[in-house]
Nanobody, 117 residues
Framework: QVQLVESGGGLVQAGGSLRLSCAASGSIFGINGMGWYRQAPGKERELVALITPRGSINYADSVKGRFTISGDNAKNTVYLQMNSLKPEDTATYYC???????????WGQGTQVTVSS
């Protein structure tokens, strides 16, 4: 069984940085297919950054140039480096692992990021 645990969230001032970590346990078959999503109160969950199952990287337009997703296959860990944070980045950030065969999604419990102006 796969478990994902996020860490690294917190309270920062606008312009600051945070590094989120997602530690996976179980058989995830590599970090491809892992990504970060976020959800603010009253809004739907949105994709922030993704390592696609084929190994390419996608970012939301709102975070391009500021956020970087990376991973360590040996550690089964994915990171999200967030720089130049803005108040609109405030949200709960979730780690996701998508498997295509079998079709299945795993989610962490989330870590809160709050950016003050």
């Amino acid at each position: 069984q796969v478990q994902l645990v996020e860490s690294g969230g917190g309270l920062v001032q606008a312009g600051g940085s945070l590094r989120l970590s997602c530690a996976a346990s179980g058989s995830i078959f590599g970090i491809n297919g892992m990504g970060w999503y976020r959800q603010a109160p009253g809004k739907e969950r949105e994709l922030v950054a993704l390592i696609t199952p084929r190994g390419s990287i996608n970012y939301a337009d709102s975070v391009k140039g500021r956020f970087t997703i990376s991973g360590d296959n040996a550690k089964n860990t994915v990171y999200l480096q967030m720089n130049s944070l803005k108040p609109e980045d405030t949200a709960t950030y979730y780690c996701n692992k998508h498997l295509s065969v079998p079709l299945r999604d795993y989610w962490g419990q989330g870590t809160q990021v709050t950016v003050s102006s």
